[in-house]
Nanobody
């Protein structure tokens, strides 16, 4: 499984960004996909995840602001981020879990600053 993340950038507080993660290769039986982030000086944090049945989960700090979804036709994972805050600044990584193995995309930097 190969994952290619894109969509990061610099945005002002209150702005929006949409992250994409394109999956390719042997994507059959991927049961979970999601996004982690790592901010400077902080531990990695699971931001959002979506299972194959469509159920989603979010860390409390992004509930109501971020939306995770999958475009199965395009084999793409999306993360719509609205009402961004400076504390959302981090490198965001997409991941996919196939059976018991995790696959990772390269990170994409999100910077929220005025």
């Amino acid at each position: 499984v190969q994952l290619q993340a894109s969509g990061g950038g610099l945005v002002q507080p209150g702005g929006s960004l949409r992250l994409s993660c394109a999956a390719s290769g042997s994507i059959f039986s991927i049961n979970v996909m999601g996004w982690y982030r790592r901010a400077p000086g902080k531990q990695r944090e699971l931001v959002a995840s979506i299972i194959s049945g469509g159920s989603t989960s979010y860390v409390d700090s992004v509930k109501g602001r971020f939306t995770i979804s999958r475009d199965n036709a395009k084999n793409t994972l999306l993360l719509q981020m609205n009402s961004l805050k400076p504390e959302d600044t981090a490198v965001y990584y997409c991941f996919a879990r196939k059976l018991v193995t995790d696959y990772w995309g390269q990170g994409t930097q999100v910077t929220v600053s005025s």
